[in-house]
């Protein structure tokens, strides 16, 4: 029998005083600040005491308190249950549904991401639709199927193997995690997606940029002219292209000629100064002018409370639908990239000069000692390749 009583514990509140009143067999009634009373039991789990909390006392009557803690003894004796344990275990995030599953596993990942929005961007714009509200041990292969399928279906192949990839990332993750028995994307390669890619190697030379520029210009009303200095930009300085559509105006100095690409927005470990030849700076200088003081060099188009600047996808769907209309032969943006690096090639640039024009990393022991950073060769180059293709994108030709 207890040494508790309901009048007793009546009394112990109203006066005030705080403590840990014993009850027997391991249970108490504790007083904290301002005369708050809850139930507690104190057990022994591998070796350490401890003390679990049953609730309050003006939800749980000292009956049901003795009751609640007769129950929690049985099964600490019977299996070694630890009930502080249990209750932290029970206090993780739940993972019921595929949202909850990516939500785990990006808030590991990002930060160990170079480029954290990219497979944010992945999920919610193709898997998410398909799979986010299901429960994780609901999904099938099947439903990987399906978004693979409406991927390839939008003729965006190596879209479509990066999301299958993501999902056996995320799916893995959740075998881990114990949320689900197998992985439904394990059974699928590239070839059930987008296929095997192949290196692109397509180059325009200068009849074809001569051609698709000329092209470009006689359609104003589908391809704009913010998007026109965009492609010219990204043949003459040979950046990636969400380099130069995501710039701000506070990393240029346009009297100078130089770029100041900060280490967050490349692929290379460091910060990038790209020096700027005079016909990059004449664009630079209308899209300042066309930028109506926006922060941006591409401001968005639309309102938008995904991106701040141009969306990524925005030059590759102009440039899809002038190809289906037509008007030019089908290319990535990514040829004016390698056709700039033809170009430097076709001006006498040397290899380690033109490789450190596009911001790659230089491999071995050369990229490991040679920390010089050519800004006058790279100039004198870039600047050859604007005096090339300046002619072929100027309006006036």
Same mark, same amino acid.
């Given at each position: 029998m207890?040494?508790?009583?309901?009048?007793?514990?009546?009394?112990i509140i109203k006066s005030g005083d705080e403590g840990r009143f014993a009850d027997g067999d391991g249970l108490y009634l504790c007083i904290r600040s301002a005369g708050k009373a809850y139930w507690a039991l104190r057990y022994t789990a591998n070796g350490k005491r401890k003390l679990f909390t049953i609730g309050y006392y003006e939800h749980i009557s000292l009956a049901g308190a003795r009751t609640e803690a007769g129950l929690l !003894?049985?099964?600490?004796?019977k299996d070694g249950t630890d009930p502080v344990a249990e209750r932290h275990r029970e206090k993780q995030k739940a993972i019921r549904t595929t949202d909850d599953l990516f939500d785990d596993w990006y808030s590991q990942h990002a930060k160990r991401l170079k480029h954290p929005k990219i497979p944010l961007r992945k999920y919610e714009r193709d898997i998410q639709p398909v799979l986010g509200g299901l429960k994780v041990e609901a999904v099938t292969p099947r439903d990987v199927r399906a978004v693979v399928h409406k991927i390839t279906a939008s003729k965006r192949p190596t879209v479509a193997n990066d999301a299958l990839a993501l999902m056996k990332q995320l799916f893995n993750h959740g075998i881990k995690l114990d949320a689900m028995a197998s992985n439904p994307a394990a059974a699928f390669?590239?070839?059930?997606?987008?296929?095997?890619?192949?290196?692109?190697? !397509?180059?325009l030379e200068l009849p074809e940029l001569k051609a698709l520029f000329a092209a470009l210009r006689s359609r104003p009303d589908a391809f704009t002219r913010e998007n026109y200095l965009a492609c010219a930009l990204l043949l003459v300085l040979g950046v990636r292209k969400m380099e130069l559509l995501a710039a701000q105006w506070s990393e240029f100095d346009l009297e100078k000629g130089l770029w100041s690409l900060s280490a967050e927005r490349t692929k290379m470990d460091a910060a990038v100064l790209i020096p700027l030849p005079p016909a990059a700076v004449a664009w630079l200088e209308e899209l300042k002018v066309r930028a109506c003081g926006s922060d941006y060099v591409f401001p968005r188009r639309r309102a938008s409370k995904r991106y701040p600047h141009m969306s990524p996808d925005t030059l590759n769907a102009a440039l899809n639908k002038l190809a289906k209309a037509g008007v030019i032969s089908h290319f990535t943006v990514h040829d004016l990239r390698r056709s700039c690096r033809s170009l430097l090639a076709r001006v006498g640039t040397p290899p380690?000069?033109?490789?450190?024009?596009?911001?790659?990393?230089?491999?071995?022991?050369?990229g490991v000692y040679d920390r010089y950073d050519y800004l006058d060769e790279r100039r004198t180059a870039l600047t050859a390749v604007a005096d090339i293709a300046a002619p072929i994108t100027n309006l006036d030709v």
């Open positions: 207890g040494q508790l009583t309901d009048k007793g514990i009546k009394a !003894r049985a099964r600490i004796a390669t590239n070839q059930d997606a987008g296929g095997v890619e192949k290196s692109r190697e !397509r180059i380690h000069i033109a490789e450190r024009c596009l911001n790659h990393k230089i491999k071995g022991v050369e």
